[in-house]
């Protein structure tokens, strides 16, 4: 069935690192992904997505990463910032199929200054 | 991008009530979508909610349990019906960008506890 599991649930770097954060995917047949950004008591907000032609796709101080042949995604942020600190979810779609946006488990991103 | 406006934010609401929330749209689009988040959770949709038909249902949810209103095109109303503990959670009304990309604009959500 469709599911998006992430790594890892937690993850702390120092203000300055660059982040990485792990996504794993189920439906081999979704061909949009999606990282949002939810910070505490606010509704999520896009980040950067990317399409199952291309295998990276860059924006301002992130980067997302598709490996369809594990089914892999991960985002990096560069030089991350205390402001960075959040939840991150991918988000996958299947245009084909049943056109819904499937959320991961999220991870919890604390950047500490 | 959409500016979307959901009420109540949040409300305490005691078992066996139900809740109806608000969203709000600055912008006509066609379809809208509801989801819930659980505590310490992910997004989990409930229901796409089109103008002029009944909105279509995840499995594991109920018209009768989360009954939706789409009154127009740039409002929608859900429903929490005989409210448990269980229900406790971030109600999120979303729309889609303009021209169908598959990304979604989310509103603040309603955290809705259920005593």
């Known amino acids: 069935g469709e599911s998006v599991g992430l790594h890892l649930p937690t993850l702390s770097v120092q203000e300055g690192d660059n982040s990485i954060i792990n996504c794993a995917y189920s439906n081999s047949a979704s061909d949009y992904f999606i990282w949002y950004k939810q910070e505490s008591g606010k509704g999520p907000q896009f980040i950067i997505d990317i399409r199952s032609n291309m295998d990276k796709r860059q924006g301002q101080r992130v980067t997302v990463l598709l490996n369809k042949t594990v089914k892999h995604l991960s985002l990096q942020i560069a030089a991350t910032q205390p402001g960075d600190s959040a939840v991150y979810f991918c988000?996958?779609?299947?245009?084909?199929?049943?056109?819904?946006?499937?959320f991961g488990k999220g991870t919890k991103l604390t950047v500490n200054p | 991008s959409a500016v979307i406006s959901q009420k109540p934010s949040r409300d305490i609401c005691q078992r066996g009530t139900s809740l109806t929330i608000q969203c709000q749209v600055d912008?006509?689009?066609?379809?809208m979508f509801w989801y819930r988040q659980q505590p310490g959770q992910s997004l989990t949709l409930i229901a796409t909610a089109n103008q002029g038909s009944e909105a279509t249902y995840e499995s594991g949810f109920v018209i009768d349990k989360f009954p939706i209103s789409r009154p127009n095109l740039t409002f929608s109303t859900l429903t929490v019906s005989n409210m448990s503990p269980e229900d406790s959670s971030i109600y999120l009304c979303?729309?889609?960008?303009?021209?169908?990309?598959?990304?979604?604009?989310f509103g603040e959500g309603s955290r809705l506890t259920v005593l």
């Open positions: 912008s006509q689009v066609t379809m």
């Open positions: 988000a996958e779609n299947n245009w084909g199929g049943s056109e819904k946006l499937v």
């Open positions: 979303s729309v889609e960008r303009e021209g169908r990309t598959g990304e979604l604009f």
